[in-house]
């Protein structure tokens, strides 16, 4: 185990005081323009700053550490996933429960096919991180969707009403809705994929060439990745729109029963 002195040496102060001063660009814009942002600027800024700093301590002995450790981590990564995916949720049937759910199911499986094809090494280093970004991509896909169900429920509302009087079934009436916030949850993670490569080298892929890795091996890594990532966010979307839907059906009509 390191000690605090070495692992303070390890820090880039240098790179974190550049980092601060490239944010100053926006910052001064929000201010000039009067956007009011600067202040939600300065606050996720310093609260990504602390969240980074802390989960490389955290990482350090955990890599060390027995798999159901490492294990436990990957599932604390979930429950705080499911949690910032609940904001977005307020207002909708238990956000909660269900981003949890479909995060664990989603990501459970993705990283399941992975490790059993040999695709994935079992090291710590490498399982955490890539699930780490399966988990953030699928919960702000999570949020997304929860922000548009509650905008497509009220909007089609009375088309899916007007749809069951003229004798169509329940779940026949909200498919329309449903097709609608799940493809507009998805877009912005298929979008990414169209500057792959082209306009955009990701993290993966850059961080690999640095340490001397070759472009071709990178490459294929970050494909795996990538769409690793679309098959996760698809996944845990679909379970949430058949999950809300159902939930938010109910409670708009305890009267009637899901098909």
Known sequence: MESIFEIIHEIRFDHWGVAYLVLMFPIVISVH??????????????????????????????????????????????????????????????????????????????????????????????????????????SRTISLLYHKTRVDFEMFQPMMEAMMLDGSDYYEAMQYPMQTTLKNALVPRIDALKTLGIVHIPGAMAGMMMAGASPLEAAGYQILIFFGIISTASLAAIITNRRVYKQLFQRTYPHLSWA
């Open 33 to 138: 323009y009067q956007l009011h942002l600067h202040k939600e600027l300065i606050n996720v800024s310093l609260r990504a700053t602390i969240q980074l700093i802390f989960i490389g301590l955290v990482l350090l002995p955990v890599f060390e550490s027995h798999w159901s450790i490492q294990l436990l981590l990957i599932i604390v990564m979930m429950v705080l996933g499911a949690m910032v995916a609940r904001e977005r949720g307020k207002g909708l049937p238990a956000p909660f429960l269900t981003s949890l759910a479909s995060l664990m199911l989603s990501v459970g499986m993705i990283l399941a096919v992975f490790i059993l094809t040999g695709a994935l090494e079992t090291f710590p280093n490498v399982v955490i991180p890539i699930g780490g970004m399966l988990i953030g991509n699928s």
